[in-house]
């Protein structure tokens, strides 16, 4: 088993987790309703959690510990696709990208709960029941304001075409894509999305908005090498702030 | 005095989730196995509940503390998703001491989520089943909130995951 392939597999997965679950703390105290406020700050919570599951393999094949990892790292050594990095902007594109985010995510864990490698395959196992929730929340809410008012779903559609090409950046394959489907790691980014167009298809159907022809739709790919907009590094800074005032205190 | 996992278990019995302080982790599910080695040395393996629950290192090492309180020194807690966490794994007890704490336990369910297994609780207060889901992420990341249009009020259920 190559094991660069394998780390740069978990890093992807890592770093979504935790540049999103940033952005979704950034409602904490800022929700339209006070059940948005307290369901964007819960799926922080549980993303933050995802991404130490993570980083703490990472960790088990010889990576740095995981603070390490995620205070003090610049923007283009993380691997997170740009769709996570963007500012949270409104309500319509958070739930946007929330709903475009967890309907893939919850497809890599479901396959990847069958890897080959048994490390990923436990922690995905676990991580799926959860994600489930974020799934729920976010279909649930694009189907009822999806097909309410005329301001709501011109926001929503609007976010939607905007938030695309990052959502197809998240399939950007891996140096090592052929390599992780060969060996039974990872199903691959193409199956992902294949998957993810049929589930994100079906909802949208159940409203008054439309996917626009996703083959007419550069992807923003780079996330995944490092390549990211100028969004990313502020985000670190903010992030890393109290860390790195003293980085050996003990918490 | 040769240690016994049963012994063991008794002893964790005393460990309570921080957030639910009638709920052993014994009946919440969490300790997954006790090993005891030939030189007495005791090894309690544990899962987290929800990967991102703040009290899990808080359980770990109120663990250690009520084995040191024992008397045993030789001892290694692990936390792993060796055997992950469902909350199917709540025993009788544990779901009869949430429903006495005014949180309506998990349904036993086929581990395959959907609206319908979150929309219909059972109100712990009056056992109306006559309630709504208001929403799925409540004060923890383990509670929903629901609210009971019998009795009319509002309460927390043990997720089901």
Redesign the interface.
Known sequence: MNEQAIKDLLYKLADDQLILGHRNSEWTGFGPIL?ED??F???A??????S??FYTLLQELGEADPDTVAFTRNANQFHNSQLVELPNGEYDFSLIRHFLFDNAEIIRFEMLSQSSYEPIA??A???K??V??HV??AN?WIKNLGSSTEEAILRLQSSLNEALPYALGMFEPSKYEQELIDSGVYAGEEAVKAEWLKRIQAVIEKTELKLPDLESIAPRYGGRYGNHTEHLQPLLDEMAEVFKIDPTAEW | MNLTKEHILTLLEEVKDPEIPVLSLVDLGVITGVDISEENHVTVNM??T?????AMDYMKKDVERTLEKYGISKYTVNM???K???SNKLSERGRQHLKEFGLAPPPKYD?I???DI?EHVRCPYCDSEDTTL??????T?CRS?HYCNNCRQMFEQF?P?
């Not at chain 1, 919570?45 to 995802?50: A, L, S």
């Not at chain 2, 208001?134 to 004060?139: D, L, N």
């Open positions: 059940e307290i369901a700050s819960s799926m919570q549980d993303k933050i959690g995802h130490l599951a436990k922690v196992t676990k991580l029941g959860e489930k929730y729920l929340h649930t | 899962t987290p929800f990967a991102g629950c703040p792993s998703f060796d992950p966490w469902d581990l989520l959907d609206l979150l208001r929403t799925p992420f409540g004060p990341l909130m997720k995951l």
